[in-house]
């Protein structure tokens, strides 16, 4: 998963695989982009009309981002 805000690469190539009845946390610095990557998950980033993400989310085996 990439994500970016115009020409900027916010989040580059992220790989993530969250368990099944595990607690995953997201932690780094100000300004690493775990809010990017939390917004990429929940599709907030649609909001944003410079943002655009590359990549796929699965839930359940399904990319997020696919029509229909």
């Known amino acids: 998963l990439s994500v970016y805000y115009g020409d900027f690469l916010a989040v580059r190539n992220i790989n993530l695989n969250v368990q099944k009845k595990k607690i995953t946390a997201l932690i780094g610095p100000s ?29 359940h085996g399904k990319n997020i981002y696919d029509e229909g």
């Open 31 to 59: 300004g690493c982009g775990k809010s990017t990557v939390l917004r990429a998950f929940n599709r907030m980033n649609d909001l944003i009309p410079i943002a655009s993400t590359t990549g796929k989310v699965l839930f």
